[in-house]
């Protein structure tokens, strides 16, 4: 066997498994590295999503604690866009509502329609912080399958190649075994981090879901104070 052969035959790096591997396959391997990409830019956008959400909900927490529901800490309340000041302007917005008209005023109906506001808030928020979660989702499950037919179609490649040169000699399957495992692993590559992620974005959110909900408390809080001052 020529020099150049026995090497290409024995070359098993990733570049050459892939330019070597059937169409099926090559295929798979892209759409599969294409998902880790996706994977990582959401994992990315994540991270300073829940970042940036916390800070300015520290901010605009500060803000009101220090001065209070009615007070001039809430000066930057109509550019702030914090998960927190969201919360804040849906209860005010209910609160002016329900004491426009003082005389027909129900302060139990009233805390229970401020209630339901904040609750619908928090629901909003969480459904924005993890709009994205679901595509980590989707990769983690499918991404190993996808791969295993890949997998699966290159075996059958290689036997089909072993029957048509009746020769079963272990450099001869060995590529085609190779390329077939191959995309196995890329499915691997690019589920492991989603399902990681996955899970650690969804520990991050509901423990932000539970922030949120003690700053409601406070805010019902104060409101209902409000209220029974009227």
């Known amino acids: 066997m020529p020099t ?12 050459t498994l892939f330019l070597q591997a059937d169409i099926v396959v090559k295929v798979i391997m892209l759409g599969l590295l294409a998902a880790s990409i996706w994977t990582w830019a959401i994992i990315v956008a994540q991270i300073l999503k829940n970042r940036r959400a916390h800070a300015a909900s520290d901010r605009f927490e500060a803000e009101v604690n220090e001065a209070g529901i009615n007070g001039n800490g809430t000066k930057h309340l109509a550019i702030d866009t914090s998960p927190a000041a969201t919360l804040f302007k849906a209860a005010m917005a209910e609160w002016s509502k329900s004491v426009r008209v003082r005389a027909s005023l129900d302060k139990d109906a009233a805390r229970e329609r401020i209630a339901d506001v904040l609750e619908g808030a928090i629901e909003s928020e969480v459904d924005r912080l993890s709009e994205r979660l679901n595509y980590l989702a989707t990769i983690g499950s499918i991404a190993p399958f996808v791969g295993l037919f890949g997998t699966v179609w290159g075996i059958m490649r290689s036997f089909t190649s072993i029957a048509a040169s009746q020769n079963t000699a272990l450099s001869v399957v060995a590529p085609g075994i190779a390329e077939a495992l191959m995309a196995t692993a890329i499915g691997l590559f690019a589920a492991i981090p989603a399902v990681i992620a996955y899970n650690r974005f969804g520990h991050a959110i509901n423990r932000f879901e539970a922030r949120l909900v003690r700053f409601a408390r406070y805010l019902r809080g104060n409101l209902s104070r409000e209220l029974d001052a009227l």
């Open 4 to 15: 150049n052969a026995v090497s290409a035959a024995t070359d098993f790096s990733p570049i």
